[in-house]
Every structure is written in structure tokens, then in C-alpha cells.
């Protein structure tokens, strides 16, 4: 499509509102596909479980909820909206602490993505900072001691392929 056709399609109407339903669609697809679930990607090199995310449906409280400080559970359940779902995150260096809320579409995304057999492209579009420990090089997964991460949360994999994989760095 040249740059003066998409010019055009931009001011129609018609293709605006086509755009809209198929944003809509997607969500719709996505939230669709949501479930409950604990990813645990394996290292390629040693088997650990690179590390957790866990999408917890709505109503649904996570396994350590008992654990955490009451002022945490009387936020989180004041906060908390019908629907929504509770992403506890922790990656290779970096977690989310006692988690975060999120939608049914955002859970679709993320279930979408983590249906095997797992790849980096795929991972990926869960958009999860550390790609769930994945190497976009190896297409492979790596645990904390194996991407060996540094201070600065930058780890590098066997391979010698580098990424961030703390967000707060």
C-alpha cells in the first residue's frame, strides 16, 4: 500500500471502524483464551525452572496469599475489580512483588503466548520484560545462574549473547 493510500484509508470512516472491530475481535479473542495458569519455563542447560508467572482468574486468590501481611491482603482485595485477574511475576531478575491486576485480554495474551512448544517469537508477545528468560539468540530459556546476571540486572547467556533483564536498571 503507497504512503497516499494509506492517507486515504486513514480519513475513511469505514476503514477506521473496520480497524476498531478487529482491535475489538482481538481482545475478545484473547480474553476468550484465558485460563488460570503457572509457567515454569525449564533452563536448556540445567532444568531449573527459570522462574514463575502465574495469571490467577477472577476470584481466585494465589497459593501464598495466607503468607503476606495483612495490609497487603486488604489492599489487593479492596482494589481489586470483578473480573479481574492477579499476575504474580517473578523473573530471572527482577519480580512484581506481591503482583499486579490485569484483564482477561491481557491473561489471553499471555496464555496465548506460553502454549508449547515455547519459542522466543511467541514468548515475546507476552511482553514480559526478561521474555520469560528466553535468548532471543538461542531461542532458548536460561535460569539466573546461567544467563549470569550481573549487579546491574544485565546477564549474558552461555552462549555469550547480552540482554537486560531487570527493568529497574
Known sequence: ?????????????????????????????????????????????????????????????????????????????????????????KGVASCNGYGDPIDASRAGRIAQAFRPPLHFGQVHTAGFYDDAGFCQDCDAPYCYHHWQVSGSGYGYCPRGHGKSLDPHW
Not at 475478545?28 to 490467577?56: D, K
Request: net charge negative; aromatic share 6%; glycine share 4%.
Open 1 to 89: 500500500m503507497s504512503s497516499d493510500e494509506a492517507a486515504d484509508n486513514a480519513e475513511d470512516p469505514g476503514h477506521c471502524k473496520a480497524l476498531a472491530w478487529e482491535r475489538e475481535h482481538e481482545a475478545l479473542v484473547h480474553a476468550q483464551m484465558a485460563q488460570a495458569m503457572v509457567v515454569t519455563p525449564p533452563c536448556a542447560v540445567c532444568g531449573t525452572p527459570v522462574r514463575t508467572r502465574r495469571a490467577r482468574s477472577p476470584g481466585r486468590l494465589p497459593a501464598e496469599w495466607e503468607q503476606w501481611p495483612r495490609t497487603v491482603q486488604d489492599s489487593i482485595q479492596r482494589q481489586r475489580q470483578p473480573g479481574q485477574w492477579h499476575l504474580l511475576f
